[in-house]
C-alpha cells in the first residue's frame, strides 16, 4: 500500500515525573548532614561558630549543592518532556496529513458491462440468488465443466457501417485506429460494456486529449498485448476517441484504484477486465467483461456527467492478518465501524468472519448482511473485486458505507443515493441499450 504510516514509529514516552520521597529526601538528608559536617571540619578554630557567614556555610551552602542537583534533574525532566511532546506533535501532524491523503477517495462516474446473464440485470440476478453456472461442455476440450460463458453468436458490431461512420465524422484519430484485421469474439462485448458509459466518456473527451481518461486493462501474464488491442479495438466499435490503454497485472485487482490515487492523477481512469475461455475454463468461472469509470476529483465534472458512488482507497493485507486489513479500509472509508452495513465478499480468505468481528464490523459478519455476486454470476477472476463494485452500485444506495472484500483486498463503497440503476428490459446477453440522454439526465 502505498500509504505507509509505519515511518511514524511508535509515539515517544514521556518521561517519568521525579518523585521527591524518598530519594530526593534522602539525598537532601544527606546534603544537610555532611555539608554541616564538612563545614564545621573547616571552620577555623580560631574564629566564633556563630553569625551569617557560619550558619550560611553550616546550612546555606549544602541546601544551596541540593537545590543545584535538583534543578539539574529538573531541568533534564522538562527538556526530555518537551522534547517528545514536540516530536508526538509532529507525529500527529504527520499521521493526520497521510491519513488524510489516504481517505481521499475515486468518484465512480459509470460502470458497464456485458455478462451472460439470461435476460437479467447484474442486479436482478444477485437478488434472485439462481447460480447461473451449469454444467456444459467448453469451446475447445472434452469434458462437462460447471461454468457461464457466452453463446456463440455472430458479431453485434458491422465493421463497413463503422468504418463509414467514423470516416463521415472526419476524426483522422478514428480512422487511424480501426482495426487492421477482423476482430475476434471479445471485441465486442468489450464494446458492449462500453457503450453503457459512452454518454460519459464522451463528455470527458470534448478537452484537450491531454485531459483524456486513461485506461488500465486488467491482464494476466503473457496477454498484456492482446487485452490492450481488444481495449483498442472495443473502442473504436464503440464509437469512442482512441483513448491510452495500458495493461497492469490482473493479480492487482482492485489496487488499482490505489495506485491511481498515490499516482495523483488528474485524468479519470477507465478500468477494463474481461474474461474469455476459448480453452478450458475453470470450474465455476464465467466470461464476461467491465468497465469502471473512475475520476480522483481533480476537476469539476460536465453536467452530463453523473457521480454514482465514492470508491475509497483500497487496502492490501496478509490472509493471516487480515483484521487489519478490514480494520484500515474502515478507516480509509471514512466510515464508522458500526456504520457498515453490508459486505461483498469474493474470494474470501481463511478467518473472514472472525477476522470482521476482530475489525468490530460484527454486523457485516453475519450472514444476512453479506452478498457474493461470485457464487451467482461465476467467479471473474482478478476482477471480482470491480464486480462486486459494480453489483453494489447497481443494487443502489444501502443504509450506510458498504465493504468490498476480494480475498486480502478490501475497499469501502459509499453508494450515493440516486445512482442510476439498469433498466430491467434489456436485450439478451447484450445490456447496453441505453441512450445517451437517458445516461445525461439520471
Not at 124 to 148: D, T
Not at 312 to 341: M, S
Amino acid at each position: 500500500m502505498p500509504v505507509e504510516l509505519s515511518r511514524a514509529g511508535r509515539p515517544s514516552a514521556y518521561p517519568r515525573r521525579p518523585r521527591f520521597w524518598p530519594w530526593w529526601f534522602c539525598i537532601w538528608l544527606a546534603c544537610a548532614v555532611f555539608g554541616a559536617a564538612i563545614a564545621l571540619l573547616l571552620w577555623p578554630k580560631g574564629e566564633r561558630a556563630g553569625g551569617a557567614w557560619f550558619w550560611f556555610c553550616v546550612i546555606g551552602v549544602p541546601n544551596g549543592i541540593f537545590g543545584l542537583l535538583f534543578a539539574i534533574e529538573r531541568v533534564g525532566y522538562e527538556a526530555m518532556w518537551y522534547r517528545a511532546y514536540h516530536r508526538n506533535g509532529h507525529r500527529d501532524r504527520w499521521l493526520a496529513e497521510r491519513i488524510r491523503v489516504a481517505q481521499k477517495p475515486l468518484r465512480v462516474l459509470g460502470i458497464g458491462y456485458c455478462l451472460p446473464l439470461n435476460r437479467q440485470t447484474l442486479a436482478q440476478a444477485i437478488n434472485a440468488g439462481v447460480r447461473l453456472p451449469q454444467q456444459q461442455q467448453p469451446r475447445s476440450g472434452s469434458g462437462v465443466i460447471e461454468h457461464c460463458r457466452f453463446d456463440d453468436q455472430p458479431q453485434k458490431f458491422d465493421e463497413s457501417d463503422m468504418t463509414d461512420l467514423v470516416a463521415e465524422s472526419g476524426s483522422d484519430a478514428m480512422v487511424d485506429a480501426a482495426p487492421k484485421k477482423p476482430v475476434g469474439p471479445l471485441v465486442p462485448r468489450i464494446a458492449d460494456a462500453l457503450e453503457q458509459i459512452a454518454a460519459s466518456l464522451r463528455a470527458l473527451t470534448l478537452y484537450e486529449p491531454a485531459h483524456w481518461p486513461q485506461v488500465c486493462v486488467l491482464a494476466e501474464p503473457g496477454e498484456e498485448a492482446l487485452r490492450e488491442q481488444q481495449v483498442r479495438d472495443a473502442l473504436y466499435l464503440a464509437g469512442l476517441p482512441p483513448l491510452a490503454v495500458q495493461a497492469v497485472p490482473a493479480s492487482h485487482g482492485l489496487l488499482v484504484a490505489d495506485a491511481w490515487l498515490d499516482a495523483r492523477e488528474a485524468r479519470p481512469l477507465l478500468v477494463v477486465a474481461a474474461a474469455w475461455h476459448e480453452r478450458q475454463p475453470l470450474a465455476g468461472s464465467t466470461e464476461g467483461c467491465l468497465a469502471v469509470l473512475l475520476d480522483a476529483g481533480f476537476y469539476r465534472l460536465p453536467e452530463d456527467v453523473p457521480v454514482m458512488a465514492r470508491l475509497h482507497r483500497p487496502v492490501g493485507g496478509k490472509a493471516d492478518e487480515i483484521e487489519y486489513c478490514f480494520a484500515n479500509a474502515v478507516i480509509w472509508g471514512r466510515a464508522g465501524f458500526a456504520a457498515v452495513t453490508r459486505a461483498w465478499i469474493t474470494r474470501a480468505v481463511e478467518r473472514c468472519n472472525r477476522g470482521l468481528r476482530i475489525a468490530n464490523l460484527d454486523a457485516v459478519a453475519k450472514s444476512e448482511a453479506r452478498c457474493e455476486p461470485a457464487r451467482v454470476v461465476g467467479d471473474f477472476g482478478s476482477a471480482d473485486g470491480w464486480l462486486s463494485v459494480a453489483a453494489a452500485i447497481e443494487c443502489g444506495a444501502a443504509d450506510g458505507p458498504q465493504l468490498i472484500i476480494d480475498g486480502v483486498q478490501s475497499a469501502i463503497l459509499h453508494v450515493l443515493p440516486g445512482a442510476p440503476g439498469k433498466d430491467p428490459l434489456l436485450p439478451e446477453l447484450f445490456l447496453h441499450d441505453r441512450s445517451e440522454t437517458e445516461l445525461a439526465t439520471v
